[in-house]
């Protein structure tokens, strides 16, 4: 069993690959090699280049090796649908040039779920056609990236969109069948919705296939949530702490991965707002020598 520690471009700000505030690819992968990091993601598909001979390259200046990527697109939106596909086949294309493994779907944030993020009581719930409708687009790519491009495709729970709370995240998996998709899952979303990662790793590890590690500030959470803050904004408020700093008990994370025997990469993504004097390299550094405090 090996359990491999990487990061990727989030914890450097890079949420939209257009964002005029992104620092350079280069910058972003030397970074996570100096931090200590074997692995990065592809971050949001555009923000490296896709020509495979010229990422390749660097890759290897840089001694990573590209994990996966995500799919942060509105599954929730059928007019988005031919974005949601451009943006999934492009991201397939880049992954497998690189012998990456994980595809990642994220279902982005919606207005209509926005004001209740962490608060699973109070959030609107889609009607049973559309429900039905957005399960199918999930499955859909799932199906593309696991039968057309040779994927593990997981799905990731993500604050302020329409898969954000436990009992949708396990509506989900009832009815889309494992074979195509499994779970990326991420520690600090899952804290952030007002749910325990430990109990659901425990009940879901064997259809876990990835991980995504991030902690919570437990007094930012608490605000921001009273608050209805924005997610980017809470971002910017710190919600995202560094690893070891927040409510995720990490130690008991990495238990129950040993006990199930789990073989492959977990993922640091600290989301932070790159407008703010924070720096990522000094937290990615942080991060890595607190997992390794605890064995990993």
């Known amino acids: ?18 964002d ?19 692995g990065i993601e592809l971050g949001p598909v555009g923000f490296m280049p896709e020509d495979p001979a010229i990422l390749s390259d660097a890759l290897g200046e ?41 595809l990642v779907l994220i279902d982005s944030i919606s207005p209509r779920r926005a004001p209740t993020a962490g608060r699973a009581s109070e959030a609107e719930q889609m009607d049973a056609a559309e429900w039905a409708a957005y399960r199918d687009r999930i499955a859909t790519i799932a199906r593309i990236g696991t039968e057309d491009y040779g994927l593990t495709v997981g799905i990731h729970a993500h604050a302020a969109g329409f898969m954000d709370f436990e009992p949708e995240l396990e509506r989900l998996l009832d009815e889309v069948d494992d074979s195509i998709l499994k779970i990326c899952f991420d520690t600090g979303h899952h804290s952030y919705a007002g749910f325990d990662p430990v109990a659901f790793m425990k009940r879901h590890i064997g259809r876990i296939s990835y991980m995504h590690f991030k902690d919570i500030d437990p007094s930012v959470k608490a605000s921001v949530i009273e608050n209805r803050t924005g997610f980017y904004e809470a971002c910017g408020q710190g919600i995202f702490c560094n690893l070891g700093k927040g409510d995720v008990d990490f130690a008991a994370v990495r238990q129950v991965l040993l006990d199930a025997g789990f073989d492959g990469w977990c993922t640091v993504e600290q989301d932070c707002d790159p407008t703010l004097d924070v720096s990522p390299i000094a937290d990615a550094q942080a991060n890595r020598a607190y997992l390794a405090s605890i064995g990993f």
């Open 20 to 38: 005029p505030r992104n620092p350079p690819w280069r910058q972003v992968l030397s970074d996570c090699a100096a931090a200590g990091y074997r």
């Open 1 to 18: 069993m090996t359990i491999e520690i990487g990061n990727a471009p989030c914890s450097w700000g890079v949420e939209f690959a257009d």
């Open 62 to 102: 840089f001694g990573l090796s590209l994990i996966g990527g995500v799919v942060f697109r509105a599954f929730h939106d059928p007019q988005s649908w031919d974005d949601v596909l451009d943006a999934s086949h492009r991201t397939c294309r880049a992954l497998v040039a690189h012998g990456a493994k994980h």
